[in-house]
């Protein structure tokens, strides 16, 4: 049996006293978002996952879905009920655009509901987030009858939404992608081929499936630059969105996976199915990387979510669980065993973990609030910079909150020795379902590269550039003061990330393989300076509350401390990661292949 | 479809050449074991594995065990001929003492067929290993009828056996145990209770099944020195090794894992079953404890077998895959992909995981031998000597090989990226199966608190001085050679490890807290220099035979550079195990209850 509490509190300290959400008030949308009704929003979202979705978690896991002969796919029971009401909440469309049906409010919120929904229940939480995707690449590619059409469909929860890139051949490469696209008389094209992976490609949650689908129209080059993006409905729907008849779309078969169970990932057959283009033809790579950032991030908050369930599994455990006497007891003969939070090696480990939670969400509401900035700020130059910390901070999210997400993961069980291991405990669900993150919306290893690669020598390191300047900044202006454990450690970071950076620059550029082999190094260095950084954020509004005497005081100073244990504990880990990338590709490149 | 080679050849290299296993020949069994003897012996080991337990491993997965409604449990299909045939082929007895049916050949061969086997079906091995254990406390502490009884039936494998320690309010802290045992008229006891998690507490491989039993005889103390350890065959046997009638012990559950899924893991209930105490009353944690030590590096080997089992996969899935193109042809338009083996992010995470798999594998197979010299030599400082770095060294290879064996087996499975997360795929099992070494037979926690707290200042420190005198004299001989390489690491590895005990004597003593804090990554530091100091050996005897003119020179220059990397690469996390240990507890001690 396994608890889940959602953290609103805590995140209504990041997004109040961190991000300071309230600045921001010129901003569409936000003005609605004063500080009374962001927690009246978390509050409810928060007791819908603990209430609705969190009891459902188990059963997804254990029941999972089913393929049925007749090509319907089905859900765990109680996923239909509880989407249902998800989606009647208003959940779906919660910062969707309002013109559309959607409530508008800031996407910082939709990344924060995201984390609630995915702790709660992450196979639950991946058909709602896969309607989101289709929504971003429909308003931002999409023809004005096609956005008529669909967005209130998709945000209202009506209809539910898949992206499809992924075939047998075609993972990263996307370049080697053979489902083609022959144009139909009426403007349409017939589309045929199989696409591998697609979560929630078939399912009994919603009336109707709007496929997002990547094909190559007859006569297009060969390559990524001869893809084009299609809109592929289950159900083809008239002008008015009445449902019409099926298309030519099938579910072949559910792959069984390690985890997220309740998520239908379907192989889809498209036997000449009828799809229009979105956005313009041969762009359909560069189309479905636009709404990948947003997916991407989505991606690095279950690294956080299934962090901050284990962990509360963990605590509560080591509370419980008597095993052995605290070290202040060893002489004692006699009397009850202690609980193993009193053990330091326990200790070490929950604070590690909570240590990360927090600086994780701090990082990932922060990157939702630039995607809010970069999107709708009438300011040129403060857009210019949202859109670059998005683009820069997006692969480090995914990448490293779901790597360190997923050891949290595996930290957690191991408090509960070898009950962790069985099956009822639950605990173990949340390694098989964390998985999964590393791999899906590119590998980790890709994100790497993305980083290294693209993003850090865009616009000349613009970026880059301003979240060194932005860093050090802070190190100066706040190097006097109580935060003294904080900015240490973070100054240290930031040296080796800019040691890293500037190895990259003398040594990468002439041997690019220098680069790649130190890619997922860099992306860690650089996701600890800027969890650090968040770290340093927090522990200085903690400060400041704390000064003032506020009511969450008690709270404010645990976490200070926690975040002291991160600083000394996972901080130091930079200088190691600059150690592996100053190591260069060298030994790696001249390892004949028969000696791998 | 997975699949498994027995790496033979480089088992023979570490035993041949690394060991030098014919400077022991005048052990008792080591003349036996000339150079061509054990090439046969692990040649056919191998095949067994390769051909009838490896074609098991995912059928054991699928289909697990079943309790049936009469007690019974019966284990996957082929289990039972698979077992049949490795008892029939000595397997079970191959280093057991000749005097009751065993082959009497050396440990460290059993502990090479034991990484065979459990890399091709660690669900099965799971039997034969347990019988090990039962073999152990019975030859220790057995009496000369208990013998003669038991040893050759566990050895011939027609009897299996377990070890019962665990209940649920008793897992670490044996102190808590409440099965109790009261004395029979005859000389033997009544024991009653419930034990959990006892692998092959029932199963359909064997006629009988020899439990030990943890217990507590009426009127003894409470705590530890209150237990003592019984022999509980599942059926009672006669003097002559007939079975007679049942016992009252019976199989009440089987737990549902996150993997191993055809080891039998059963709740026992003990109704009063007959018992017979094996050595002496009251001291059953510490002959419990005798045969730990043996029981302990059989599960580092499980680490060591799924990291070898995970990187054979993911390295020949990386020959076969194409995605994307190499660096050196990013210029090209047009051409087919390139397998992913050319990326060097791919190279980086195959290459580390070897390069772990190469030094385990040395270190494992020298700690088996120096439970042969400590037990067999006839010179009492010699087995002084390999007794100290036995024990030593036994908490680091399970702790430390379980750990990195598993984190390794998740690199693996991330080289397959979303492939790796599908059942079919059979990777992601292998995850699912090494997670439990690290969670049993003591969690890896409590593998480090042994080290730092018990076999660090054992007898003054004399193991851990002689270890460090060992390592610190191959630096100094070697520091001119060829060898640079890998003495740099080592010999910085070993300043950090030296560092952290002083640092130890100098804030552990008065304030326990700071030694158990930093308990876990000392662990994980001392196994970096053990396998750093195993990398430099084995690249000794590599430069060696490449100077000879050895055919294997082309392998053994690959694994040169293999070691290279892991030099290069991985030793570097010495400095940052030092800065978490000297960091101290004072932060996780200060944290309130509540802030965790």
């Not at 909440?89 to 919660?94: A, E, K, N, R, T």
């Not at 697609?198 to 297009?220: K, Q």
């Amino acid at each position: 049996m396994t608890i889940y509490r959602a953290p609103v509190e805590a995140t209504l300290f990041i997004i109040d006293d961190v991000l300071a959400l309230s600045r921001h008030a010129n901003l569409p949308g936000f003005g609605e978002a004063a500080p009374d009704v962001v927690a009246a929003v978390l509050g409810e979202a928060g007791r819908f996952a603990e209430e609705v979705l969190a009891p459902l978690n188990r059963i997804g896991d254990v029941e999972g879905c089913t393929l049925h002969a007749d090509g319907r796919v089905t859900t765990p029971a109680g996923f239909r009920d509880a989407y249902r009401r998800f989606a009647a909440g208003g959940w779906i469309g919660l910062a969707g655009d309002p013109d559309y049906g959607g409530q508008g409010l800031p996407f910082v919120l939709a990344a924060a509901l995201n984390e609630f929904v995915t702790s709660a229940n992450m196979a639950f939480g991946m058909y709602p987030g896969l309607a989101q995707g289709a929504v971003t690449a429909i308003a931002r590619h999409g023809s004005q009858r096609q956005k008529r059409l669909y967005l209130p469909k998709l945000l209202s929860g009506e209809w539910a939404g898949t992206m499809n890139l992924t075939e047998p051949q075609a993972g990263t490469d996307l370049g080697l992608i053979r489902t083609r696209a022959g144009p139909n008389a009426d403007g349409s094209y017939a589309i045929s081929g199989s696409k591998i992976f697609i979560s929630g490609g078939e399912h009994d949650l919603a009336d109707n499936i709007v496929h997002l689908v990547l094909a190559r129209i007859d006569g297009s080059p060969a390559g990524t630059k001869g893809i084009s993006m299609f809109v592929v409905p289950k159900v083809i729907p008239a002008d008015d969105g009445s449902l019409g008849e099926a298309n030519r779309v099938s579910c072949g078969a559910l792959e069984q996976k390690m985890g997220i169970h309740g998520s239908a990932t379907c192989l889809m057959n498209y036997d000449g199915a009828t799809g229009w283009l979105v956005g313009e033809r041969d762009r359909g790579v560069s189309a479905m990387f636009t709404m990948m950032n947003e997916a991407r991030l989505g991606v690095g908050i279950q690294g956080l979510a299934l962090s901050e369930l284990a962990y509360q599994n963990a605590a509560a455990y080591a509370r419980e669980r008597r095993q052995g006497r605290a070290l202040a007891r060893a002489g004692e003969s006699g009397g009850a065993a202690d609980p193993i939070l009193v053990h330091p090696d326990i200790r070490r480990t929950l604070a590690a973990i909570k240590g990360f939670n927090i600086a994780a969400r701090a990082l990932a509401l922060a990157t939702a609030l630039d995607a809010d900035i970069a999107e709708k700020s009438s300011d040129d130059a403060t857009r210019a910079a949202a859109a670059d910390r998005l683009a820069l901070m997006t692969p480090v999210v995914k990448g490293v909150l779901t790597d360190r997400g997923f050891d949290n993961v595996v930290a957690a069980q191991q408090v509960f020795g070898g009950h962790g291991y069985i099956a009822e405990t639950g605990v173990e669900q949340f390694v098989r379902d964390a998985r999964v993150a590393m791999m899906y919306e590119g590998a980790n290893g890709i994100q790497a590269l993305d980083l290294v690669g693209r993003k850090l020598p865009k616009d000349g390191g613009r970026a880059v550039t301003a979240f060194f300047k932005e860093v050090s900044d802070f190190v100066d202006e706040h190097r006097d003061e109580a935060l003294a454990p904080f900015i240490g450690p973070l100054s240290q970071g930031l040296d080796d990330l800019r040691a890293a950076t500037m190895w990259f620059m003398a040594n990468a550029l002439a041997r690019p393989a220098n680069g790649a082999a130190g890619a997922t190094d860099y992306m860690h260095l650089f996701g600890l300076v800027a969890l650090g950084f968040m770290w340093a954020r927090i522990a200085l509004a903690a400060e400041r509350r704390i000064a003032e005497g506020d009511p969450r005081s008690e709270r404010l100073t645990g976490d200070f401390l926690v975040g002291r244990a991160f600083m000394e504990r996972t901080m130091p880990e930079t200088g190691l990661r600059l150690a592996r990338i100053t190591a260069g590709a060298e030994t790696l490149m001249a390892l004949p292949e028969a000696a791998l």
